[in-house]
């Protein structure tokens, strides 16, 4: 089955304790990206990447980081956390960065306190 | 002025009804347009996409694309509760709206 899987699904943890999300994809897409999604702002990318080793950053990079190591693969790493990193967030990949359908994960439900 | 907008709603339609929901965009030269689907709690789902000035037609859904006036709509006919949802536009593919949170009553 096609699909974009997230790990966590829920977290919580406490401010200033580094934390990745994984994010993995299973369609041999070439795009990957990151989005943070909060009431009343829709979906904010965060960071994006065109393909291994080539990322760049979106809208709201500030307190994030990523890699691309392998094609499949994009986490997402908050180095020391803080609560307005509170948040639901959402890994999605496609085809290219415009033009296509984005396939979207399951979503991380993150707190910071 | 934000690149995508969309009304927040909530809009709130009675069963069997149309429900319509309105995107306009900032980019001129913006050549692919989305409509994603978000049940609360839930990843967005793509419905439709649309390249083309005029109406895209599949099962209830409808999109309009008007690329002079630089908006981009969703018709829902024959509206169901199970369409209760937010309806996310996304331009050239990355660009989000806020959404329009549909309310469908029984």
């Known amino acids: 089955e096609a699909q974009v899987t997230q790990n966590p699904r829920y977290l919580i943890t406490v401010t200033g304790k580094k934390l990745t999300v994984t994010c993995s994809q299973n369609m041999n897409h070439e795009y990957m990206s990151w989005y943070r999604q909060d009431p009343g702002l829709g979906l904010r990318q965060i960071y994006y990447?065109?393909?291994?080793?080539?990322?760049d950053k979106g809208d709201v990079p500030e307190g994030y980081k990523v890699s691309r190591k392998e094609k499949r693969n994009f986490p997402l790493i908050l180095e020391s956390p803080s609560p307005n990193q509170t948040s639901l967030y959402f890994c999605?990949?496609?085809?290219?960065?415009?033009?296509?359908?984005?396939?979207f994960g399951p979503g991380t439900r993150l707190t910071v306190l | 002025q934000k690149e995508v907008e969309q009304n927040s709603g909530p809009l709130s339609v009675p069963e069997g009804a149309i429900a319509s929901l309105n995107c306009t965009y900032s980019?001129?030269?913006?050549?692919?347009f989305f409509w994603y689907r978000q049940y609360s709690g839930k990843s967005p789902e793509l419905i439709m996409s649309i390249y083309s000035n005029g109406d895209k037609e599949d099962g209830r859904f409808t999109a309009q694309l008007n690329k002079a006036s630089q908006y981009v709509s969703l018709l829902i006919r024959d509206s169901q509760p199970s369409d209760s949802a937010t309806y996310l536009c996304a331009v050239r593919g990355m660009r989000f709206g806020a959404g329009t949170r549909l309310t469908v009553k029984p």
């Open positions: 990447s065109m393909n291994v080793e080539v990322t």
């Open positions: 999605a990949s496609s085809l290219s960065r415009e033009g296509y359908t984005q396939y």
């Open positions: 980019d001129r030269g913006s050549q692919s």
